[in-house]
């Protein structure tokens, strides 16, 4: 309380580039195994990635160890974007006192979180191109093959203009939308059962940090699909006038998915998703509290 919706923005954007230095590892592995056997019937395909700490062993010895930290410049000004915009425009709601009627808090940070990523968009769209880069012998996806941050913005506007900037837009949208809602409706309860529970002490940051992870249970079911499918749409190639050679769009990529791949396929990356969500969240939250007091 207390700070201006334009101070907001940049400690929002700083507090969400700060946590995403630690978690940007768990976002490379996210990205190869919700791209790993695209479109491929389970069991069909290899699988140079097999689930969480295998796969980010898998990064290390085709990328070393800077592998692990694979487009973080691009994840970067993501966080810094979405974040800043995210919590400006929540801060602005909460002035206005929208927050205080029944479900003003959820449809608050659901509609802040989707402005955020429709700003963010062609961050997270270089973001997935440069994680998914690798060695031929474990690469999943389409390879874009760009050799730098700014080189792949200069590629892609270059060959379809500001529109091809905003490809995959329409699964990151809901994507931040359904998870900022679904995680600020759980977040908090599960906090309180946490130290009902007395399994840390009220108020403790450890307390903080296990309501995370409770509630990254629900966020992750929720918006695993939704990521999986940003992803795809993210990472997909293109014709030359920038209409997608695999989906033609957010319901087609699920309709696909789901015939080709099983429910299960919209589930990818799952373990990835959950074991970033409640850190990421913890940090980006206590480093915005710990810059707000400053």
């Known amino acids: 309380g207390g700070v201006p919706p334009a101070t907001d923005l940049v400690l929002g954007a700083t507090a969400g580039c700060l946590a995403c230095v630690l978690t940007n590892p768990l976002e490379v592995v996210k990205t190869r195994l919700q ?9 069909t395909y290899p699988r140079p990635y097999r689930g969480v700490l295998r796969a980010l062993g898998a990064v290390c010895r085709a990328d070393g160890l800077r592998g692990l930290q694979k487009g973080l410049a691009a994840s970067l000004l993501y966080q810094g974007l979405m974040n800043g915009v995210r919590f400006y425009c929540y801060s602005h709601a909460e002035d206005a006192g ?3 009627y029944p479900g003003g808090t959820v449809a608050a940070g659901a509609i802040a ?15 997935t191109h440069l994680q998914a880069q690798t060695l031929s012998s474990v690469a999943v996806g389409h390879q874009h093959n760009h050799e730098s941050i700014s080189g792949a913005f200069e590629s892609i506007y270059r060959q379809h203009g500001v529109a091809g900037l905003w ?3 329409t699964g990151a949208v809901p994507r931040v939308a359904v998870g900022s809602a679904a995680q600020l409706a759980t977040f908090a309860s599960a906090k309180d059962w946490v130290c009902e529970h007395q399994w840390f002490g009220e108020g403790s940051w450890a307390a903080v940090l296990a309501g995370g992870m409770v509630s990254g249970v629900a966020v992750a079911v929720t918006m695993t699909p939704f990521d999986v499918v940003s992803t795809r749409l993210y990472n997909q190639p293109v014709d030359a006038d920038g209409t997608g050679k695999l989906y033609r769009g ?3 990529c699920i309709l696909q998915i789901s015939s080709k791949e099983g429910l299960l396929g919209l589930y990818k990356g799952i373990g990835a998703v959950y074991l970033r969500l409640g850190p990421h969240t913890v940090l980006s939250l206590f480093f915005w509290d710990e810059l707000r007091k400053m």
Not at 35 to 43: A, F, I, K, M, S
Not at 113 to 118: E, H, K, L, M, T
């Open 98 to 100: 929208w927050t205080r």
């Open 250 to 252: 957010f319901l087609d």
């Open 113 to 127: 979180g989707a402005v955020g990523a429709f700003v963010g968009s062609p961050a997270y769209l270089v973001k």
């Open 35 to 43: 791209l790993q056997g695209e479109l491929q019937p389970p069991g």
């Open 167 to 169: 490809r995959g837009v």
